[in-house]
């Protein structure tokens, strides 16, 4: 198992920029993809993008475009940069850990307690 810390969250306005951090720590914490989620409140859990320990990502083909992931392994750290916020943004951010390159919430078995991010107009 591994723990994951997310930080990072607020308010930002519309067209900014914003970086949320998921700390990573556990024994073999790198085994593990990191994804980033959101979920709105009355809305399934969204993927956004996945980073593997080597540094390949895979991202949402809906939605990836304004994010970018990326991730630090001499700090256990993995990063999500929005560019050009928009309302619709809006959530609760997750990180997750899974030892699958998936894009499913169900294949992650490791969850952080979330971030909010409220983009306003």
């Known amino acids: 198992q591994v723990q994951l810390v997310e930080s990072g969250g607020g308010l930002v306005q519309a067209g900014g920029s914003l970086r949320l951090s998921c700390a990573v720590s556990?024994?073999?914490?790198?085994?593990?993809?990191v994804a980033w989620f959101r979920q709105v409140p009355g809305e399934e859990r969204e993927f956004i993008a996945t980073i593997a320990w080597s540094g390949g990502t895979r991202y949402s083909d809906s939605i990836g475009g304004r994010f970018a992931i990326s991730r630090d392994n001499a700090k256990n750290t993995v990063y999500l940069h929005l560019d050009s916020a928009k309302p619709e943004d809006t959530a609760v951010y997750y990180c997750a850990a899974s030892l699958l390159l998936t894009s499913s919430d169900r294949q992650y078995s490791s969850w952080g307690q979330g971030t909010q991010v409220t983009v306003s107009s």
């Open positions: 556990g024994r073999t914490s790198s085994e593990y993809f």
